[in-house]
């Protein structure tokens, strides 16, 4: 798991001990039952079709996907056990504000929310530019909790304007994955995050490029305390 010499367990740098397994086992045991509702909303999602993916990726050069198209819910979203993830670690960390961008269909900011909805403490900031996708997001988040704010339009544009400094918590890249883009979203980032924050990184293994954006440039900064991989996909930096 470590991909530093810095700690390297996921719950050393939540910083609570071993109790983090039990929520996680639980949640192996139960799955349908303690995120249904999430479930249920990301499968009504995703019967509504493919959609066309926003028109920025169109610009972006030699990306590792096909650029233009459409997506469905299923396809680009964070899945139960990720989001289950996430939900604990908001109660883990009672954050005063969780940041994300991409919104997409809604379905990452839902786990979000869930966690939030249940230490009833925090404000999730999400960021989406493709307004059709923005549409079915805004009606997923409302149906979880009305602790957000839902942006039509790109992080980098509107993080002045919607963020204060040093009061997020808990952040969650998931918007471009290259190196130029998540290298200058961090950038942006970093005066809003609050002291001991978590930034999640993901889809770490995406390409090459990627894997060496998050080993060679965001873990080998000398601000990132601590850092890991959550399985395959997730890299997560405590700052
Ligand atoms: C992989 S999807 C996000 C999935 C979502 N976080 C989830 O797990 O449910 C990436 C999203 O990022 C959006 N996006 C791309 N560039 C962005 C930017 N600069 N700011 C905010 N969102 C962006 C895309 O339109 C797309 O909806």
Redesign the pocket.
């Known amino acids: 798991m470590a991909t530093t010499d810095k700690p390297d367990s996921i719950f050393e740098i939540v910083n609570v001990g071993n109790g983090g397994l039990a929520f996680l086992d639980d949640y192996e045991r139960h799955p349908k039952g303690t995120f249904k509702a999430i479930i249920d909303r990301?499968t009504q999602t995703t019967e509504a079709g493919r959609r066309p993916?926003?028109e920025?990726?169109a610009k972006v050069k030699d990306y590792a996907r096909n650029t233009t198209g459409t997506?469905s819910?299923k396809q680009?979203?964070?899945r139960p056990r990720?989001?289950g993830f996430f939900s604990w670690l908001v109660q883990q960390r009672k954050p005063e504000t969780v940041v994300?961008?991409?919104?997409?269909?809604?379905?990452?900011?839902?786990?979000w929310l869930h966690g939030i909805e249940a230490v009833g403490h925090g404000h999730l900031m999400?960021?989406?530019?493709?307004t059709d996708?923005?549409g079915f997001?805004s009606e997923n988040l409302a149906s979880m909790s009305d602790r957000f704010t839902l942006?039509n339009?790109?992080?980098?544009?509107?993080a002045a304007r919607t963020l204060k400094e040093g009061t997020v918590g808990i952040a969650?890249i998931?918007?471009?994955?290259t190196s130029e883009?998540v290298n200058a979203?961090y950038k942006i980032l970093r005066p809003y995050l609050a002291e001991n924050a978590i930034v999640l990184f993901?889809?770490i293994h995406f390409s090459d490029e990627m894997r060496a954006c998050w080993e060679d440039d965001i873990v080998k900064r000398p601000e990132i305390k601590a850092s890991a991989q959550l399985g395959t996909r997730v890299g997560i930096a405590l700052v």
């Open positions: 990301t993916l926003w920025g990726y997506r819910a680009v979203s964070t990720g989001g994300e961008f991409g919104t997409a269909f809604g379905v990452s900011g839902m786990y999400t960021y989406e530019p493709n996708w923005a997001a942006t339009g790109t992080f980098e544009e509107n969650f998931d918007a471009i994955h883009f979203q993901d889809d």
